[in-house]
């Protein structure tokens, strides 16, 4: 069992940047894959970025690719969602998410925080 709590969303005017964070609490942070999906008004929740338990690989949606940059510090369980050039239609709640598998991070990871509004103004 892990514990997954979100902070750093807010507004931003667009073209700025934000970052978001989630400390983890409850097993081992480095047994876990990590990773960021997003849900908008109206919309279904979306797939963002994850990062592999070792942080040696990465992943993005396409949408995101060259804006946003996922890390984690495993000394610090926390997983952090670096978010530059961005635009009104990234704005959405953020959702931090882990599973043993990086693979669940194409279906519905096992957990899941309480998510971060990031509001882009344009």
């Known amino acids: 069992q892990v514990q997954l709590v979100e902070s750093g969303g807010g507004l931003v005017q667009a073209g700025g940047s934000l970052r978001v964070s989630c400390a983890a609490s409850?097993?081992?942070?480095?047994?876990?894959?990590m990773g960021w999906f997003r849900q908008a008004p109206g919309k279904e929740r979306e797939f963002v970025a994850a990062?592999?338990?070792?942080?040696?690989?990465?992943y993005y949606a396409d949408s995101v690719q060259d804006r946003f940059t996922i890390s984690r510090d495993n000394a610090k369980n926390t997983v952090y969602l670096q978010m530059n050039s961005l635009k009104p239609e990234d704005t959405a709640v953020y959702y931090c998410?882990?599973?043993?598998?990086?693979?669940?991070?194409?279906?519905?990871?096992?957990?899941w925080g309480q998510g971060t509004q990031v509001t882009v103004s344009s």
């Open positions: 998410a882990a599973d043993s598998s990086v693979v669940k991070f194409t279906t519905t990871p096992d957990y």
């Open positions: 409850g097993r081992t942070f480095s047994s876990y894959a």
């Open positions: 990062i592999s338990r070792s942080a040696g690989n990465t």
